[in-house]
């Protein structure tokens, strides 16, 4: 999907008031969280390369934030892709 800030996909489905959109700059794939719950995230949390996104995954102990269900680099290529 498409609005005024670029591509975007809903990385909780049921939750239609989160979006994550998504850019390519060369080989490197983008990723930045919007919340209509919490306006000023967009402002305070820039792009976020996936390499980096990558190592959070690894990181990740199983408590609190999970980044592999919001991040999801196989849909961000399609977007980009525009298929």
Do not use: C
Not at 15 to 40: A, C, E, H, L, T
Not at 57 to 71: C, Q, R
């Amino acid at each position: 999907m498409k609005d005024d800030k670029g591509l975007y996909y809903y990385p909780f489905p049921v939750n239609k008031k989160v979006k994550m959109y998504v850019k390519r700059d060369g080989s490197i794939m983008y990723f930045r969280m919007w919340n209509q719950d919490d306006p000023q995230m967009w402002e305070e949390h820039g792009w976020v390369p996936w390499q980096a996104i990558k190592k959070a995954i690894a990181m990740y102990k199983g408590e609190g934030f999970d980044p592999k269900l919001a991040y999801d680099i196989d849909v961000a290529t399609t977007l980009v892709s525009g298929k």
